[in-house]
């Protein structure tokens, strides 16, 4: 069964830092290109990253360049997203989700999100 | 960046009908249109992909249709496992954004 556990979230205020991971199970992990996708309290999806199944492609979405890194380690089967620079309007449900046929291709697993609340 | 806007942003339908639910994308994204299903408190789940396929599991009710920058979601009879929140999403684009819309909330008459 595949699994996605993210972990990591919580309060931390304007200007700090956050790393998020996501565990994954159930499926060849190095063979899947990952994404992290957020969804601010009572809004929609907003794609966030994009990582490459051996990591060597990576997009980012214009709200968050510049400021958060995403990757991954496929001997640990994980997935990660360092956030720096946090904004009020970071504050979301972060969720990663794989992307089955590599690049132009819709989230067919998704984990049970990490909520991150930016907040002095 | 493509805009997919949804509509309408709330539907009310009684449990057993049928109901329609509208994606429309800025610019042409072909049949590379996804469906998502979000009910409160749990992650989204994938619906319908290339625009029409059902994803594995879905029940034959959901139905997917349309291509170019017009689409559409039918659930023939509705059950009560279906009321939830709807987003359309263009996978079209490369590189990323993958756009979703705003959804559409799916709620009991």
Known sequence: ?120 | EIVMTQSPATLSVSPGERATLSCRASQSVGSNLAWYQQKPGQAPRLLIYGALTRATGIPARFSGSGSGTEFTLTISSLQSEDFAVYYCQQYNNWPPPNTFGQGTKLEIK
Do not use: H
């Not at chain 1, 063979?31 to 997009?59: C, D």
């Not at chain 1, 009020?88 to 990663?96: F, G, M, N």
């Not at chain 1, 590599?102 to 991150?116: A, R």
């Open chain 1, 1 to 120: 069964e595949v699994q996605l556990v993210e972990s990591g979230g919580g309060l931390v205020q304007p200007g700090g830092s956050l790393r998020l991971s996501c565990a994954a199970s159930g499926f060849t992990f190095s063979s899947y290109e990952m994404n992290w996708v957020r969804q601010a309290p009572g809004k929609g999806l907003e794609w966030v990253s994009y990582i490459s199944s051996g990591g060597s492609t990576i997009y980012y979405g214009d709200s968050v360049k510049g400021r958060f890194t995403i990757s991954r380690d496929n001997a640990k089967n994980s997935l990660y997203l360092q956030m720096n620079s946090l904004r009020a309007e970071d504050t979301a449900v972060y969720y990663c989700a794989r992307d089955p046929y590599g690049g132009n291709s819709p989230f067919d697993y998704w984990g049970q999100g990490t909520l991150v609340t930016v907040s002095s």
